[in-house]
């Protein structure tokens, strides 16, 4: 049938259909209203109405409540994956534990972001505000302190709050493991706990093993405890190698501790097959090293069914679990919490110890949200929002950034780790962004030993998206230069 000859309505669908197709229209981008689509094709309502239908049943575009309809995310929009060539990127690993050195050149890159407060911010991993419950947690805190007022004064429970370590309990069956609202401690966020757990498991001086790259705030921390780095080449499909992992344990002697994030992992945004999972924490339990399990961002993970953590392969409380709900839920309000295995009774004294009870109206008000539908319905749309942005991004990566450039797209989240072309250091790459006001995070940071200097990690846009598409433009742009430049 000629096109000519279809129905007005299918006519216009196709409009659309090619337009989103050859990327004009893009993820994310807002279609007309209906009024506003009737008015510019001269139509009826009846007309409008079935175009659209046609496109939502092609999964081209969505239906938003009270917003409108918005470009899917689909797989034609998606550039093929580029993933980085470790074999060429980075030296092989010669496991050799060091005391780790990093915070100097962490905090010189935080007063350089001061210094440009009005940045546009695509080096965080924390999704933007407007995509989090604010309005509901609001209502629940107003309606919690009516009836609670003592909630203000009160020191609260020393171990958390009752109610809430309940729901963690139950949601954490999810995840494969049973746990005993008795057996979590409440902390101050995810980095809290896993401070916790080191501390628990090591002595100034001791190795622990860590993801190479790995998330820079782990590398403070253990450079506050004391602590010597071993780091694992992990990669941007599966994350942390298990042979390397096995080979580490044989050939280096006196590993206290391995630190893992096996679900969208910071910066590389993998995860773990379970056959890996179950494999360290045999290798560990063998070998009488302790998993420090980093979970916080489980939860956005793009997958038909919960992951499941290492905890689940757990049998001889080698594992401690770590997560909070800062990436998920509530980032203002600092709520972590923690599973400590057979080093339980050691953490809860030195969580009292550090820094005594967590305050209590932030647990009371997550207690009710986490019961509520409205907790999934929130992290479905939070999961939908951000692989719309990803999509986005990856298109942007794909047709803004220089030849040699390479990535993989992230199975959920919002971190993009890249690897730049020959030429284009990350450092350079940040210096020349942030004098445009973009920031992003150079490779430099990711390892205590250097290795990642054409690497850099960005973050999908907030909730200006062409705002991001023009920062990504130049810093593509810039890139271009510096690759032309170290030609």
Same mark, same amino acid.
């Given at each position: 049938?000629?096109?000519?000859?279809?129905?007005?309505?299918?006519?216009?669908?196709? $409009?659309?259909?090619?337009?989103?197709?050859?990327?004009?229209?893009?993820?994310?981008?807002?279609?007309?209203?209906?009024?506003?689509?009737?008015?510019?094709?001269?139509?009826?309502?009846?007309?409008?109405?079935? =175009?659209?239908?046609?496109?939502?049943?092609?999964?081209?575009?969505?239906?938003?409540?009270?917003?409108g309809y918005f470009v899917r995310a689909t797989a034609s929009t998606l550039p093929a994956a580029r993933e980085p060539n470790w074999q060429e990127s980075a030296a092989e690993p010669q496991f050799v534990a060091q005391f780790v050195g990093i915070h100097a050149n962490i905090s010189a890159l935080v007063a350089r972001w001061q210094q440009v407060p009005d940045a546009l911010n695509?080096?965080?991993?924390?999704?933007?505000?407007?995509?989090?419950?604010?309005?509901?947690?609001?209502?629940?805190?107003?309606?919690?302190? @009516? $009836?609670?007022?003592?909630?203000?004064?009160?020191?609260?429970?020393?171990?958390?709050d009752p109610r809430l370590r309940a729901v963690i309990a139950r949601r954490a069956l999810a995840a494969g493991f049973t746990v005993h609202p008795d057996e979590i401690v409440m902390t101050h966020g995810g980095i809290e706990a896993v401070n916790l757990a080191l501390r628990a498991v090591t002595q100034p001086g001791d190795t622990v093993a860590v993801e190479s790259p790995c998330?820079?705030?782990?590398?403070?921390?253990?450079? =506050?405890?004391?602590?010597?780095?071993?780091?694992?080449?992990? =990669?941007?499909?599966?994350?942390? #190698?298990?042979?390397?992992?096995?080979?580490?344990?044989?050939?280096?002697?006196?590993?206290?501790?391995?630190?893992?994030?096996?679900?969208?992992?910071?910066?590389?945004?993998?995860?773990?097959?379970?056959?890996?999972?179950?494999?360290?924490?045999?290798?560990?339990?063998?070998?009488?090293?302790?998993?420090?399990?980093?979970?916080?961002?489980?939860?956005?993970?793009? #997958?038909?069914?919960?992951?499941?953590?290492?905890? =689940?392969?757990?049998?001889?409380?080698?594992?401690?679990?770590?997560?909070?709900?800062?990436?998920?839920?509530?980032?203002?309000?600092?709520?972590?919490?923690?599973?400590?295995? @057979?080093? $339980?009774?050691?953490?809860?004294?030195?969580?009292?110890?550090?820094?005594?009870?967590?305050?209590?109206?932030?647990?009371?008000?997550?207690?009710?949200?986490?019961?509520?539908?409205?907790?999934? *319905?929130?992290?479905?749309?939070? @999961?939908?929002?951000?692989?719309?942005? *990803?999509? *986005?991004?990856?298109?942007?990566?794909?047709?803004?950034?220089?030849?040699?450039?390479?990535?993989?797209?992230?199975?959920?989240?919002?971190?993009?780790?890249?690897?730049?072309?020959?030429?284009?250091?990350?450092?350079?790459?940040?210096?020349?962004?942030?004098?445009?006001?973009?920031?992003?995070?150079?490779?430099?940071?990711?390892?205590?030993?250097?290795?990642?200097?054409?690497?850099?990690?960005?973050?999908?846009?907030?909730?200006?998206?062409?705002?991001?598409?023009?920062?990504?433009? @130049?810093?593509?742009?810039?890139?271009?230069?510096?690759?032309?430049?170290?030609?």
């Amino acid at each position: 049938m000629n096109v000519s000859d279809q129905p007005l309505y299918r006519q216009l669908a196709g $409009h659309y259909r090619r337009s989103i197709e050859s990327g004009v229209l893009r993820p994310g981008d807002r279609m007309p209203s209906m009024r506003a689509f009737m008015r510019q094709h001269d139509v009826s309502l009846a007309t409008a109405t079935e =175009s659209y239908r046609v496109l939502e049943r092609e999964a081209l575009i969505e239906a938003r409540p009270r917003a409108g309809y918005f470009v899917r995310a689909t797989a034609s929009t998606l550039p093929a994956a580029r993933e980085p060539n470790w074999q060429e990127s980075a030296a092989e690993p010669q496991f050799v534990a060091q005391f780790v050195g990093i915070h100097a050149n962490i905090s010189a890159l935080v007063a350089r972001w001061q210094q440009v407060p009005d940045a546009l911010n695509l080096g965080g991993v924390t999704a933007a505000d407007a995509l989090f419950p604010g309005e509901a947690l609001q209502k629940i805190a107003v309606r919690t302190l @009516r $009836h609670r007022p003592d909630l203000l004064t009160s020191p609260g429970h020393e171990r958390g709050d009752p109610r809430l370590r309940a729901v963690i309990a139950r949601r954490a069956l999810a995840a494969g493991f049973t746990v005993h609202p008795d057996e979590i401690v409440m902390t101050h966020g995810g980095i809290e706990a896993v401070n916790l757990a080191l501390r628990a498991v090591t002595q100034p001086g001791d190795t622990v093993a860590v993801e190479s790259p790995c998330f820079y705030g782990l590398l403070q921390v253990l450079e =506050s405890l004391g602590l010597r780095a071993l780091e694992i080449p992990a =990669s941007p499909t599966t994350g942390l #190698s298990v042979d390397a992992l096995d080979f580490a344990l044989r050939q280096q002697a006196g590993v206290k501790a391995l630190v893992v994030v096996p679900h969208l992992q910071n910066p590389l945004g993998c995860v773990m097959p379970d056959a890996h999972k179950q494999r360290i924490v045999e290798l560990c339990a063998q070998a009488g090293v302790a998993v420090i399990e980093d979970d916080p961002y489980r939860e956005l993970v793009e #997958s038909e069914t919960p992951p499941r953590a290492l905890k =689940s392969w757990d049998t001889q409380g080698v594992v401690i679990h770590c997560t909070s709900f800062n990436k998920t839920l509530a980032p203002g309000m600092r709520v972590g919490w923690m599973a400590g295995g @057979r080093w $339980h009774s050691r953490i809860a004294m030195l969580k009292f110890a550090q820094s005594r009870l967590n305050e209590p109206l932030s647990q009371a008000v997550l207690a009710e949200f986490l019961q509520s539908q409205a907790h999934e *319905r929130h992290l479905r749309r939070l @999961r939908e929002r951000l692989a719309l942005q *990803r999509a *986005r991004m990856a298109q942007g990566i794909g047709a803004g950034f220089p030849d040699g450039t390479r990535f993989t797209p992230p199975a959920g989240g919002m971190a993009f780790w890249i690897e730049l072309p020959k030429g284009v250091e990350s450092m350079a790459l940040f210096d020349a962004a942030l004098a445009e006001r973009i920031r992003i995070m150079p490779g430099t940071v990711f390892s205590n030993s250097g290795r990642f200097d054409r690497f850099i990690r960005i973050s999908c846009p907030g909730p200006d998206p062409q705002s991001a598409d023009a920062a990504l433009a @130049r810093i593509g742009a810039i890139a271009h230069r510096l690759a032309a430049q170290g030609r």
